[in-house]
Nanobody
């Protein structure tokens, strides 16, 4: 069984920074894509940023130039550095790991974290 544990959310003033971390644990052989999604109150969950095991990245237009996603493949951990935060960035941020190959079952898994709240005050 694979689990994702997120950390780093909290309350910050507009213009401030936060760093989110998400560590995957379990009988993991490899993970292709790891990413961050967010869901604001009354809105649908949306992609924030994703990174592949090879280092390719993709960002939502709304965070380009402000957020940076990175990962440590050896630790199965993904990070999201968020700078110049805006009140509209307020949301629950969810970590996602996709195309997970495990050592004890065939096929691939997709797993979500429990979410961490980011609140940006104006």
């Amino acid at each position: 069984q694979v689990q994702l544990v997120e950390s780093g959310g909290g309350l910050v003033q507009a213009g401030g920074s936060l760093r989110l971390s998400c560590a995957a644990s379990g009988s993991i052989f490899s993970i292709n894509a790891m990413g961050w999604y967010r869901q604001a109150p009354g809105k649908q969950r949306e992609l924030v940023a994703v990174i592949t095991s090879g280092g390719s990245t993709n960002y939502a237009d709304s965070v380009k130039g402000r957020f940076t996603i990175s990962r440590d493949n050896a630790k199965n951990t993904v990070y999201l550095q968020m700078n110049s935060l805006k009140p509209e960035d307020t949301a629950v941020y969810y970590c996602n790991a996709d195309e997970i190959a495990t050592m004890n079952q065939p096929g691939y898994l997709e797993v979500w974290g429990q979410g961490t709240l980011v609140t940006v005050s104006s």
